[in-house]
């Protein structure tokens, strides 16, 4: 069993400043992709930013230069720096993470979501 633990979204007024976490435990042997999307109201959910477990990243164009995605692989956490906020950035942000658990067998397992909302 693998569980995903977010933190740290909230309110923030337009060019704020968030930073999200999303620890895992669990049956993890080892971590290749973390990732996180969000999901706005009426839309379907979109990818933010992945990273490798080397530190190669990539980017929705919609956050370039403004989010920055890091990891600690000690820690099995991903973050998501969050600056320069805009209005459409409001969704509930998702993270992700895929890998291979304790037995050798592949996982891909969602955290529970944070809302951020990004307004005046």
């Known amino acids: 069993q693998v569980q995903l633990v977010e933190s740290g979204g909230g309110l923030v007024q337009p060019g704020g400043s968030l930073r999200l976490s999303c620890a895992a435990s669990g049956s993890i042997l080892s971590i290749n992709i973390m990732g996180w999307y969000r999901q706005a109201p009426g839309k379907q959910r979109e990818l933010v930013a992945l990273?490798?477990?080397?530190?190669?990243?990539n980017y929705a164009d919609s956050v370039k230069g403004r989010f920055t995605i890091s990891r600690d692989n000690a820690k099995k956490t991903v973050y998501l720096q969050m600056n320069s906020l805009k209005p459409e950035d409001t969704a509930v942000y998702y993270c992700n993470v895929n890998g291979y658990d304790t037995s050798d067998y592949p996982i891909n397992y969602w955290g529970q979501g944070t809302q951020v909302t990004v307004s005046s």
């Open positions: 990273i490798s477990r080397i530190g190669s990243t």
